[in-house]
């Protein structure tokens, strides 16, 4: 049931059109590393990597399913690290810090 309803959450978000969120400086960003779990399969970690991307405030995300890790690159003045920790609750899976990450 929950890889059925995180499907049709990505695909109605649509891998194709991820749009920037402005123009920010290296310095002004953070990048924070989540080991992520309930990654089942490739689509898992592809389709949070869309979602995330998707978010606003959010510059980049690169998901590993064998790694089942999550990199994570955003505006710190439009997110907190507990926001996005929600968010990847909210897609169903469970975040923990990584360990040197």
Do not use: W
Request: glycine content about 10%; overall charge positive; proline content about 3%.
């Amino acid at each position: 049931m929950f890889r059925r309803h995180f499907l049709q959450r990505i695909t109605l978000a649509g891998a194709g059109s991820v749009a920037a969120s402005g123009t920010i400086e290296a310095s002004e960003s953070r990048t924070v590393t989540y080991r992520v779990k309930g990654f089942t399969c490739v689509t898992c970690a592809v389709g949070l990597e869309t979602m995330l991307q998707r978010e606003k405030g959010i510059i980049s995300a690169k998901a590993s399913y064998p790694k089942a890790i999550v990199i994570i690159r955003f505006d710190p003045e439009l997110l907190s690290e507990g926001s996005l920790k929600g968010f990847i609750a909210e897609m169903g899976f469970r975040v923990e810090e990584a360990p040197n990450g």
